[in-house]
């Protein structure tokens, strides 16, 4: 199992431009999120998918969208790169939305000019 | 609200002292989980212990141990004899029945270990 996997590694953008943050796992795992990891504040997390088809808002949902079309995948979209976007991503999956153990992809830096 | 403090933002030590990384957490939940997560300078996150509230036993894993108390809201993880390995950022996390799956991080321990 490769786990969860991330693309790109690294991005730099200009504000006002639109991107997406790939993820996806082939774990099976229905329970899918994405985090940002900014210095002194820990992992802050974004949006979340409880299945294909299903998403909801975490605690920093603006400027992001998803959607979850397939059990593997969860895109994060930016639809108009701000500077205070600047970050470093990572999405997680685990097997169910309750206390399973949640795991984290190699983690996405985001560089918004 | 669930809130979960790291209060020590970066620990020095030489190498085969041992070291404790504090978590003090905030829930009204009577059901809820703890975690440690290691980031090591590559940058991924690494998982390290889930325990939940309704087992205070303490764990030892090799050289990691940690200890849940209730009474105090506190989950601190202990290196013992640390290792110039074991340097990393060291996160806390908290998920409860109120908001389950949705993981509350503290602001994480940056530990280095000097040789």
């Known amino acids: 199992n490769a786990g969860v996997t991330q693309t790109p590694k690294f991005q730099v953008l200009k504000t006002g431009q639109s991107m997406t943050l790939q993820c996806a796992q082939d774990?099976?795992?229905?329970?899918m999120s994405w985090y940002r990891q900014d210095p002194g504040m820990g992992l802050r997390l974004i949006h979340y998918?409880?299945?294909?088809?299903?998403?909801d808002q975490g605690e920093v949902p603006n400027g992001y969208n998803v959607s979850r079309s397939t059990t593997e995948d969860f895109p994060l979209r930016l639809l108009s790169a701000a500077p205070s976007q600047t970050s470093v991503y990572f999405c997680a999956s685990s097997y169910g939305g309750g206390p399973e153990t949640q795991y984290f992809g190699p983690g996405t830096r985001l560089l918004v000019l | 609200a669930q809130k979960v403090t790291q209060a020590q933002t970066e620990i020095s030590v030489v190498e085969k002292e041992d070291v404790t990384l504090d978590c003090v957490y905030e829930?009204?939940?009577?059901?809820?989980?703890l975690f440690w997560y290691k980031q090591p300078p590559s940058g991924e996150l690494v998982f390290l212990i889930r325990?939940?509230?309704?087992?205070?036993q303490n764990e030892i894993s090799g050289r990691y141990s940690w200890n849940f108390q209730k009474s105090t809201s506190s989950f601190n993880f202990t290196i013992t004899a640390s290792q110039v390995v074991d340097s990393a950022v060291y996160f806390c996390a908290l998920t409860g029945s109120s908001n389950t799956g949705k993981l509350i991080f503290g602001q994480g321990t940056t530990l280095q270990v000097k040789p």
């Open positions: 998918s409880v299945g294909a088809g299903i998403t």
């Open positions: 774990m099976n795992h229905e329970y």
């Open positions: 325990r939940n509230s309704f087992d205070e």
């Open positions: 829930t009204r939940d009577t059901t809820y989980y």
